[in-house]
């Protein structure tokens, strides 16, 4: 079931750029900071309200976040949603038919386990499902 909207990650040539700038333009201040390895991406969480801005930085050029950057410059990567569960959320996707990148949950940031959804599956935009760690 679909909880709230997560976050929207954007992509960024220059990480501490552009949390410098999200600092000065909102007036906000980052949250959370971490590096993903295995997703190839090195993160900042600005949160707003209970919803996150995510900027992220490729840590090399084959990793996804960095072919995006190779193909498109920097700008919005995907939109994560938050549901109550992602796997459950996954098997009705696969039963509707819908293409995904991720057949099975895996580790995100902040301890929250997360899937991505295939562009095609809702009109050309990346979807992360987005799972909180429970309390």
Do not use: C, W
């Not at 929207?8 to 390895?37: K, N, Q, S």
């Not at 969480?45 to 090399?60: D, E, N, P």
């Not at 939109?79 to 996954?90: E, F, W």
Request: net charge negative; no cysteine.
């Amino acid at each position: 079931m679909l909880e709230n909207l997560d976050h929207v990650g954007i992509a960024t040539g220059d990480l501490d750029g552009a949390v410098e700038h999200y600092r000065r333009a909102f007036g906000i201040e980052p949250t959370h900071r971490e590096t993903i390895e295995d997703q190839g991406v090195e993160e900042v969480l600005f949160q707003v309200g209970t919803s996150f801005i995510q900027l992220l930085r490729a840590l090399g050029p084959d990793t996804p976040v960095g072919r995006f950057l190779a193909r498109r410059g920097g700008g919005v990567h995907h939109v994560g949603y938050r549901v109550d569960d992602v796997a459950a959320t996954l098997a009705r996707f696969e039963a509707m038919g819908i293409p995904m990148v991720d057949r099975s949950p895996r580790r995100g940031s902040r301890g929250t386990t997360v899937a991505f959804v295939h562009p095609k599956g809702f009109g050309g935009v990346l979807v992360e499902l987005v799972e909180e760690p429970a309390p």
